[in-house]
T-cell receptor, first 110, second 112 residues
Framework: GEDVEQSLFLSVREGDSSVINCTYTDSSSTYLYWYKQEPGAGLQLLTY?????DMKQDQRLTVLLNKKDKHLSLRIADTQTGDSAIYFCAEVFGNEKLTFGTGTRLTIIP | DGGITQSPKYLFRKEGQNVTLSCEQN?????MYWYRQDPGQGLRLIYY???????QKGDIAEGYSVSREKKESFPLTVTSAQKNPTAFYLCASSIQQNQPQHFGDGTRLSIL
């Protein structure tokens, strides 16, 4: 089957904005999630968006959803060293379990 | 505080041995999951359970076994049939399988 796709790596200068992209598989997906994984730890749920929304903002995080292109993005404003992590998107539709993307490793350049 | 606990944090296995990784949650979640993560890789689903006394194979179940005798507990056994067990193992739970998953802090398994 199709995979939920993400770029593997992203490097951003401290203080700039980071934009992490995700292409998901099913236009019927009901919820889309962003998780953060710090080194040696489990995944933390950062934010989510319902499929009937185009945008959601939560402090430094902005999620954009383009259903036509099945494209999801996470923008982190004023990126800090503590934002260094792997970011996973995930989709769910109907009663199915979550399908995770391949993960994007965000590196902050001082 | 409610949460999901994995133990031990680090585990070493000798060749030919079975080892069991513990996962306990007190979130009253019905669904539980085991994932494997290799260095620089994403998550791969090993087994999942939607409810007590029931579980299904994920994408890479060969060489692994699970049980779900209690709602709170979903232990994973890495058997000697798993030829490349060195990895980071993550357990997760959710209220139901289509709800967001909550993760433990992982167990890192290495071969001696």
């Amino acid at each position: 089957g199709e995979d939920v796709e993400q770029s593997l790596f992203l490097s951003v200068r401290e203080g700039d904005s980071s934009v992490i992209n995700c292409t998901y598989t099913d236009s019927s997906s009901t919820y889309l999630y962003w998780y953060k994984q710090e080194p040696g730890a489990g995944l933390q749920l950062l934010t989510y968006i319902f499929s009937n929304m185009d945008m959601k903002q939560d402090q430094r995080l902005t999620v954009l959803l383009n259903k036509k292109d099945k494209h999801l993005s996470l923008r982190i404003a004023d990126t800090q060293t503590g934002d260094s992590a792997i970011y996973f998107c995930a989709e769910v539709f109907g009663n199915e379990k979550l399908t995770f993307g391949t993960g994007t490793r965000l590196t902050i350049i001082p | 505080d409610g949460g999901i606990t994995q133990s031990p944090k680090y585990l070493f296995r000798k060749e030919g041995q079975n080892v069991t990784l513990s996962c306990e949650q007190n979130l009253n979640h019905d669904a539980m999951y085991w994932y494997r993560q290799d260095p620089g890789q994403g998550l791969r689903l090993i087994y999942y359970s939607q409810i007590v006394n029931d579980f299904q194979k994920g994408d890479i179940a060969e060489g692994y076994s699970v049980s779900r005798e209690k709602k709170e507990s979903f232990p994973l056994t890495v058997t000697s049939a798993q030829k490349n067990p060195t990895a980071f193992y993550l357990c997760a739970s959710s209220i139901q399988q289509n709800q967001p998953q909550h993760f433990g802090d992982g167990t890192r398994l290495s071969i001696l």
